[in-house]
């Protein structure tokens, strides 16, 4: 459960840069004692993104989550987090805790705040969903909402990716991957395994001799930032295969209004 950070003492994350510089916003206005919510008017506000998740992972190593926050420069979240848990599963030990930082933004009617992530790396020899996280910040314990998370290990099929995959976006849309196979040019069946909320995935897959090129259009609504990895069962039910394309994250580089809005969401 409790692991201590490794806290750099000056450094921009690659992916919040582009959130930084848009910082200037006018805009408008378990196993453990019980935690209370963070409240926006304690003069100390930290608020997550909303995030919609829903990875596929090989269970030979962690996942890396990055979890986007907005909270004052001044806060403890920056330089005494001591430990995460995931609420509701102390049994989940997170390892690689970092609290990475971008610059600080002045908002009208909130004043400065700085856009941060939290990075862990959760392991993944078990399915895990979770909604909240329990952060230890300077000897107290506070319980934060971060969207709908779901992190599962899997086994790939008979397929080698070839070629570059699409990792990062600027939003959800159509993706495509291209995998090492053999056989007759062909559409093949094939079905979305997926499920979380805000992320639906329709996908194709077609056989080109030797390669299969696996095409899946993604819609999302709800969240702040995406994060999914589009799992499609190939071929026809009797004989499907497990076929899993790259994650894909979305939203990682929040707009000053993004920013702005998470600063102010109820707690």
Request: glycine share 10%.
């Given at each position: 459960?409790?692991?201590?950070?490794?806290?750099?003492?000056?450094?921009?994350?690659?992916?919040?840069?582009?959130?930084?510089?848009?910082?200037?916003?006018?805009?408008?206005?378990?196993?453990?004692?019980?935690?209370?919510?963070?409240?926006?008017?304690?003069?100390?506000?930290?608020?997550?993104?909303?995030?919609?998740?829903?990875?596929?992972?090989s269970d030979e190593g962690g996942f890396p989550l990055n979890l986007l926050f907005v909270a004052p420069?001044?806060?403890?979240?920056?330089?005494?987090?001591?430990?995460?848990?995931?609420?509701?599963?102390?049994?989940?030990?997170?390892?690689?805790?970092?609290?990475?930082?971008?610059?600080?933004?002045?908002?009208?009617?909130?004043?400065?705040?700085?856009?941060?992530?939290l990075s862990i790396t959760v392991p993944v020899d078990t399915e895990t969903t979770f909604s909240e996280v329990v952060l230890s910040v300077d000897g107290a314990q506070r319980k934060?909402?971060?969207?709908?998370?779901?992190?599962?290990?899997?086994?790939?099929?008979?397929?080698?990716?070839?070629?570059?995959?699409?990792?990062?976006?600027?939003?959800?849309?159509?993706?495509?991957?291209?995998?090492?196979?053999?056989?007759?040019?062909?559409?093949?069946?094939?079905?979305?395994?997926?499920?979380?909320?805000?992320?639906?995935?329709?996908?194709?897959?077609?056989?080109?001799?030797?390669?299969?090129?696996?095409?899946?259009?993604?819609?999302?609504?709800?969240?702040?930032?995406?994060?999914?990895?589009?799992?499609?069962?190939?071929?026809?039910?009797?004989?499907?295969?497990?076929?899993?394309?790259?994650?894909?994250?979305?939203?990682?580089?929040?707009?000053?209004?993004?920013?702005?809005?998470?600063?102010?969401?109820?707690?």
């Amino acid at each position: 459960m409790a692991t201590r950070p490794r806290i750099p003492r000056s450094f921009l994350v690659t992916g919040l840069a582009a959130g930084a510089v848009a910082l200037n916003c006018a805009c408008s206005a378990s196993g453990q004692p019980e935690v209370e919510h963070a409240s926006l008017d304690d003069g100390g506000a930290v608020a997550f993104a909303v995030t919609a998740a829903d990875v596929v992972e090989s269970d030979e190593g962690g996942f890396p989550l990055n979890l986007l926050f907005v909270a004052p420069p001044g806060d403890a979240i920056w330089e005494s987090t001591e430990w995460v848990e995931i609420a509701g599963h102390p049994e989940v030990e997170i390892d690689e805790l970092e609290i990475h930082r971008g610059t600080v933004g002045e908002f009208e009617g909130l004043g400065q705040r700085r856009l941060g992530n939290l990075s862990i790396t959760v392991p993944v020899d078990t399915e895990t969903t979770f909604s909240e996280v329990v952060l230890s910040v300077d000897g107290a314990q506070r319980k934060y909402a971060v969207g709908d998370v779901r992190i599962r290990p899997y086994i790939q099929g008979s397929f080698e990716a070839t070629g570059d995959a699409t990792l990062t976006a600027p939003e959800c849309g159509t993706f495509t991957q291209r995998f090492i196979a053999t056989g007759e040019d062909t559409v093949t069946p094939v079905v979305a395994n997926n499920g979380a909320a805000g992320i639906e995935i329709t996908g194709t897959a077609t056989l080109q001799g030797e390669e299969l090129r696996a095409e899946v259009d993604v819609e999302c609504s709800g969240a702040d930032v995406y994060i999914f990895t589009p799992l499609l069962e190939v071929g026809p039910p009797s004989a499907s295969e497990a076929l899993v394309m790259d994650t894909v994250s979305v939203g990682t580089q929040p707009t000053g209004e993004t920013i702005y809005s998470m600063a102010t969401r109820p707690g």
